[in-house]
């Protein structure tokens, strides 16, 4: 591949290897620090030493990629905010545990059913001097406003740190959480809130009180709230006010990219502000003073748009295509794309973690070296027949880049994306220039009517027809199940497909289905193994009790009565039997006795009836039953006793103490999670 022929790409590229080394391996602070700097004395040794010695020429650039590395694994390890003997997880022992403490409002997230969230900074914990960011849950209560950025608050509530998923294939929350240095969640009641008296008056600070008084100018001119929530979206990158259905919309039709600030949006900004500078002699001294005020206005637009991984990668992209421009000089586009992840990485390396980082990296970079291609397939003679054609190669290279990646993560793929495309992406730059003026003018306290009503006309438009492609719904393929091993197989077919049709050889054709056998071997090897699976599981939902026994891709599932009729639609099995290749074999109600194995598992309920002649090897109670534990262990004493979350807390800690007392393993879901034989 050209493309791995660049120095740049090739740093880049061991950098971040060095960076998911570090997150899986998790080395020691001091020896990722000692093996780094014995690769930069490397690298100084078989500089200097001439050529002709005994040191080869290439072991130079060997030193090199291997500091590159070496410096991705530091970075890593150096950015753990945990490394700080204040930080909370220090002093937080326990689940549940009361705390009081004095923290400072830092972002503000897309609310619960329940609660307003926050990502809060902790000052003190429980009156000692701590550090360390947290989500900050908050229940609902119309009396209470939204807190501003930079807030100070003295709160009292529950915290807790992070825990594994509460049951198999759940989105891990708590890694999601990590991955942005968030280890613990405090949940607090609006009456245990004290609002501080000072304000951290930060960067962040002033530009969400400049996004506040835009929104507030417009409110009060009257925009409609539906579309002022998707505007907000679109040019300040603030998704918080914008409905689930608007949302689920968006997903549906294949245009949820529109809805975050990314390359569309600042590159329309680029080439705003180039237009608004042509007055500018093209002398030496003009194109400096251009180009500082470009970079000027794109990183304030990204400062203004919350910083978002998106809205940085594409702030610093252009930034580098903006130099380029203004020094007349030629850029290649790889190597922009690879210095731009570098540096945003240097800084933060969590983002490599975040998905719409992923997503959006892997969408330019197909857009860059796929589209070509795909758009040399047809030359259309007519100018806006091209136009057309190159929105959907575009459109299409993308996808195709995405493809194994966000049905990883989503399970799902929406078919009309190319249609949504050809439809909206015309009028996009018409409601950008609208929606970027509008903005402008808001933050000056003044409002055109005509522009106004016009972007929010737009708007309108934009969500009906999003609405209606959303609406066929069978052209949206849901719970679509993609191992990590086969997202990676289809990557594989996808490079040597696409490098075998750039330059066509026999040598190449073979190399494209040999791939295909490869992963036609991995899905046969998943398939293999789901085969030999054998397990029996007491999921973790809330007032009710669901198990599931397994044996290979054939579900027997068990419930009670509160159990949606159709098992397929309750989320919770959705995840593991889409995970797992699997499907629904059987339902049957919960009988007192279950085997499993060699297990025999008594099921006690609420009626607190059991037959006293079985002996048992698992005792597992649900519905919250009247018994005595320490009676029943007089007559057995069973391997392991399991609580499901379908039962009473206060029983729950009477059962632990009895089990505790008696030496016999307790395991309650709710704490721990899902049960698995």
């Not at 009180?209 to 579309?227: A, P, V, W």
Request: glycine share 4%; aromatic share 14%.
């Amino acid at each position: 591949m050209r493309v791995l022929q660049f120095p740049l790409i090739k740093i880049t590229g061991c950098f971040v290897s060095g960076l998911l080394f570090a997150h899986y391996a998790k080395p020691p602070f001091l020896i990722a620090l000692i093996t780094l700097l014995l690769s930069f004395i490397a690298i100084v040794i078989t500089y200097l030493v001439p050529r002709k010695a005994i040191v080869p020429k290439n072991y130079f650039g060997v030193a090199t990629f291997l500091t590159a590395f070496l410096i991705g694994v530091f970075t890593l390890v150096s950015n753990n905010p945990t490394r700080n003997k204040l930080h909370y997880v220090h002093f937080i022992s326990s689940q549940n545990k009361n705390c009081a403490a004095t923290i400072t409002i830092k972002e503000r997230l897309k609310s619960t059913k329940v609660n307003d969230r926050y990502i809060v900074q902790i000052i003190t914990l429980n009156r000692k001097e701590s550090c360390g960011k947290v989500l900050l849950n908050i229940r609902k209560n119309q009396h209470i406003s939204a807190f501003e950025i930079g807030t100070s608050l003295k709160v009292e509530g529950i915290f807790d740190l992070n825990r594994n998923p509460n049951n198999p294939n759940q989105f891990d929350y708590g890694s999601y959480l990590e991955n942005h240095q968030i280890y613990g969640q405090l949940y607090v009641e609006p009456s245990n809130i004290q609002i501080g008296s000072t304000t951290d008056k930060d960067i962040a600070y002033y530009a969400s009180f400049l996004r506040s008084q835009i929104i507030r100018n417009l409110e009060k001119n009257h925009f409609h709230k539906s579309e002022l929530s998707v505007v907000v979206a679109l040019i300040l990158g603030q998704q918080q006010d914008i409905s689930p259905e608007v949302v689920r919309d968006y997903q549906y039709a294949g245009a949820v990219h529109v809805l975050s600030v990314s390359g569309l949006h600042v590159g329309f900004i680029l080439l705003f502000i180039t237009f608004l500078l042509k007055p500018f002699p093209n002398t030496r001294t003009g194109s400096i003073a251009k180009l500082i005020i470009v970079i000027t206005f794109l990183w304030a637009f990204g400062i203004l748009a919350g910083l978002a991984p998106s809205v940085v990668r594409s702030v610093t992209m252009f930034s580098f295509v903006a130099v380029g421009m203004y020094l007349r000089r030629s850029i290649n586009i790889y190597n922009t794309l690879a210095v731009s992840a570098f540096l945003i990485l240097l800084i933060q390396p969590s983002f490599l973690f975040d998905v719409g980082f992923q997503l959006s990296y892997v969408a330019l970079y197909f857009i860059v070296w796929l589209q070509p291609l795909l758009a040399s397939t047809w030359n259309p003679k007519y100018k806006i027949v091209s136009y057309f054609w190159d929105i959907i190669t575009v459109s299409f290279a993308a996808q195709i880049g995405t493809l194994p990646i966000s049905i990883y993560y989503f399970h799902q793929f929406p078919g009309l994306f190319f249609i949504t495309n050809i439809v909206i992406l015309p009028g996009m730059s018409l409601i950008l220039g609208l929606g970027v003026m509008v903005m402008l003018l808001a933050t000056f306290n003044w409002v055109w009517m005509p522009l106004l009503k016009a972007l929010e006309w737009s708007i309108w438009l934009l969500n009906k027809i999003i609405a209606w492609v959303a609406s066929f719904e069978n052209f949206v393929f849901k719970d679509i199940p993609l191992h990590l091993l086969s997202m990676w197989g289809l990557y594989l077919v996808i490079f040597s497909f696409v490098i075998w049709m750039k330059k066509p050889t026999y040598r190449k054709f073979i190399a494209s289905l040999f791939a295909i056998i490869i992963l036609q071997g991995i899905a046969i090897s998943i398939k293999y193994s789901n085969q030999k699976v054998q397990e029996f599981i007491v999921f973790n939902k809330q007032g009710t009790s669901i198990f599931t026994e397994r044996i290979g891709d054939k579900v027997t599932v068990f419930f009670r009565e509160k159990l949606e009729k159709n098992a397929n639609a309750n989320l919770v099995l959705r995840s593991y039997l889409v995970a797992n290749y699997c499907s629904i074999q059987k339902k049957t109600a919960i009988s007192n006795l279950l085997y499993f194995k060699n297990k025999k598992i008594l099921v006690i309920d609420s009626s607190g009836v059991y037959p006293e002649k079985e002996c048992p090897d698992i005792i597992l109670l649900i519905n919250s039953p009247k018994i005595n534990l320490e009676r029943v262990f007089q007559n057995w004493k069973p391997q392991k006793v399991v609580v499901d979350a379908s039962n009473f807390k206060s029983y729950c800690k009477v059962w632990k103490a009895t089990c505790a007392k008696e030496k016999i393993p307790f395991h309650n879901t709710a704490e721990k999670g899902f049960f698995k034989l």
